[in-house]
């Protein structure tokens, strides 16, 4: 063994040794921090809401920190989740992830939670005042709709307009934000007369299809659709097959059956929302605003990505092939 | 009864109109094609082969699902699992359809359906508990059920067997889908059933006056309990129907279809306290309920409108009942 190899095995031993004892007191800091947080989803037999759930505990291991989890049962259950975040508090967590069920029902248990120190992160949608939580990180659904609107009247190529929207609940703060973006996008308002019609659909692809189906009995000439998801979007495709039409269906959501149907031809454009970010990007700021770091604030972007196969000019977008690769659900 | 005594005054225009009107599907038989004349006059698209086509198309999933519904009220009972027992034989028939075997796929539809619905009757009739609290406790658990079962997942239906339904019998000027043939069918067996055979009496005896049945020698459980039994096969039917709509077995489908049932039971003339109604007044009930909606839809009215209408309706349609039966008895 000569020299050389004896000096390098010596360095490597060295670094690795100081390397450890550097890692030592972190490793120590981190126990003394391994705090509690609470991450309070939406039911999770929804995919987007699973996934945002795994996200967030996957950082939080990352990061060293318990987790305590709870959901609500049905959609807009707000009771279960104010007493899972009355339980955590009582446990003494530093931060909250919250998925809220209502915008209003769940102000007052975030302010309590905020009273006893705890940090309070929303996620996929905001309170109202969305500065009733410390931050949020969700989709900006009002984008999404421009980003849609903006690409189907590029798709026209200067032809005549008759629009039809499916829609859902438009008192719901998602689906308000995705209808108005949406005519924005495509320069249109309620009133314009290339509003050819619009419906309310249950967001599933049953109720998307007989919707579409009487649309397009009244309005042969329908040629661009929005629809409030990808389910719906799906069930309209069935009304187009049977009555027959050239229509430029758009949607939103980036589930990978989505996309599947963009590949397919289905769906001309959808927008894709990024639950992975949501939850990452809240534990993240948690973890930092409980280390003294900069604390995050007010209304954050997690995303939104145009998903086409038609791509025009001056629109951003990416491939259905990119759409399958960082989609959610199955 | 009507029928005799209305032949013997048949001299009397009066009296012939006294015996339509008392039969119980007069009121809606009128109402249907009131208001298809409305709409003819008022659009130019309603009246048309196509979209009459498409009236059924619409009403078959409902239609068949509330003749389930029809015997279970006839009966004083009621029945709001019939939705989610539907929903759940069609993610069961979907999933195993996945695996190829369309055989099994059927048999396990068909017994999930009649299991959960006789489970529904048996805890019923043996427990004497209100079918309204039985049925609500199911409707939620069996929801539940269906989407842990798919892991809210939905199946992509590629059997042609199973979409047979919606495929036509006789295309032309109006296409005639096998699954109007089925519909039409079921009602005028079941139909016969309730008026030729001795169990139809039993079952209108025992909604009548379950006491006085008793004492006539009806066991009024046993009858009960077949009528719940029975409805399943009724709800399996509708599966079908609604995999050949649609083809795919979503588990968040027909959320609203328990309510849509009644609605179309009581348009149709049924009274909601038992023994007085019938199929026929049902199937009419179901068109009713369809057409308004897509006719509305076509003469431009918001969907929010549309609700309100049914509404009306509902409310007219008992209040009707209630106004016939008293003048019967005065």
């Known amino acids: 063994m000569n020299g050389f190899v ?7 031993a060295l670094i690795t040794l100081s390397a450890g004892a550097a890692l030592l007191p972190v490793a120590a800091n981190a126990q003394d921090q391994g705090y509690t947080i609470g991450i309070v989803e939406q039911q999770l037999a929804n995919p987007f809401f699973a996934k945002l759930q795994q996200a967030a505990v996957a950082k939080a291991e990352e990061l060293g920190l318990e987790t305590m989890t709870a959901e609500s049962q049905v959609a807009g259950d707000s009771a279960s989740q104010i007493s899972a975040i009355e339980n955590m508090i009582n446990r003494g967590v530093k931060g909250i992830v919250l998925d809220p069920a209502n915008a209003f029902a769940l102000v007052p248990i975030v302010q309590q939670a905020r009273e006893a120190g705890i940090y309070v992160v929303t996620t996929n949608t905001s309170l109202d005042p969305a500065d009733a939580a410390d931050a949020s990180f969700e989709t900006d659904n009002f984008q999404a709709g421009v980003l849609i609107g903006q690409w189907a009247r590029a798709q026209l190529a200067g032809r005549d307009a008759h629009v039809a929207m499916l829609d859902y609940d438009l008192s719901d703060k998602t689906a308000g934000a995705r209808h108005n973006g949406f005519l924005e996008g495509f320069g249109i308002t309620e009133d314009s007369p290339e509003l050819a019609g619009s419906a309310l659909t249950q967001a599933n692809v049953e109720t998307g299809q007989s919707s579409m189906e009487n649309l397009l009995t009244s309005r042969p000439e329908i040629n661009v659709l929005y629809t409030i998801n990808e389910p719906a979007a799906q069930g309209a495709a069935l009304a187009i097959q049977q009555l027959g039409g050239e229509v430029i269906v758009t949607s939103i959501d980036g589930s990978c059956a989505g996309v599947r149907s963009v590949a397919d031809g289905e769906i001309g454009a959808t927008v894709m929302q990024f639950p992975t970010n949501m939850g990452e990007l809240a534990v993240e700021a948690i973890d930092t605003a409980v280390k003294g770091g900069e604390m995050a604030s007010g209304v954050n972007n997690s995303g939104t990505v145009l998903i086409t196969d038609s791509p025009v000019d001056g629109i951003e977008s990416q491939t259905s092939a990119w759409g399958l690769e960082n989609c959610w659900g199955e | 009864m009507a029928g005799t005594s209305g032949a013997r005054q048949a001299s009397s225009p009066r009296a012939l109109a006294f015996a339509f009107f008392s039969q119980p599907m007069a009121g809606p038989l009128i109402a249907l094609v009131a208001i298809s004349v409305f709409f ?5 698209t309603f009246l048309t082969p196509r979209n009459i086509s498409l009236l059924f198309q619409q009403s078959v999933v409902i239609g068949t699902l509330a003749l389930g519904q029809t015997l279970v009220i006839l009966v004083a009972g009621i029945d709001l699992a019939c939705g ?7 993610v069961v028939i979907g999933s195993l ?12 539809g068909l017994l999930v359906c009649v299991g959960a619905a006789s489970l529904n009757g048996g805890i019923i009739t043996l427990l004497r508990l209100p079918p309204f609290i039985v049925t609500l406790g199911m409707f939620t658990a069996l929801q539940a059920g269906a989407r842990l079962y798919t892991n809210s997942q939905s199946y992509p239906i590629r059997s042609d067997f199973l979409t047979v ?9 109006l296409t005639v889908t096998w699954g109007m043939l089925l519909w039409i069918a079921l009602t005028i067996v079941l139909s016969y059933a309730l008026n030729q055979t001795a169990w139809g009496v039993r079952v209108y005896a025992i909604g009548n006056a379950p006491n006085a049945a008793r004492l006539n020698g009806v066991n009024v459980r046993r009858v009960a309990f077949s009528v719940y039994s029975l409805a399943g096969i009724f709800y399996f039917f509708a599966g079908w129907q609604a995999l050949g709509r649609t083809p795919i077995a979503d588990p968040s489908a ?5 309510l849509d049932t009644i609605t179309a039971v009581v348009i149709g003339g049924s009274s909601l306290f038992g023994g007085r109604g019938g199929v026929v007044g049902t199937f009419i009930g179901a068109l009713i309920v369809i057409v308004l909606k897509n006719g509305l839809t076509q003469a431009g009215i ?8 049914t509404g009306i309706l509902v409310i007219l349609a008992v209040a009707a009942d209630q106004y016939m039966s008293r003048a019967k008895r005065s």
């Open chain 2, 40 to 44: 003819s006059l008022t659009t130019s």
């Open chain 2, 302 to 309: 918001d969907s929010l409108y549309q609700q309100i209408a």
């Open chain 2, 254 to 258: 027909y959320q609203l279809a328990n």
């Open chain 2, 97 to 108: 359809a996945a695996d190829g075997n369309i055989a099994l796929a059927m048999a396990m």
């Open chain 2, 165 to 173: 339904l919606g495929s036509p019998a006789f295309s032309g000027p």
């Open chain 1, 6 to 12: 004896k000096t390098a095995m010596m360095t490597t």
């Open chain 2, 84 to 90: 989610a027992i539907m929903v759940l034989g069609t």
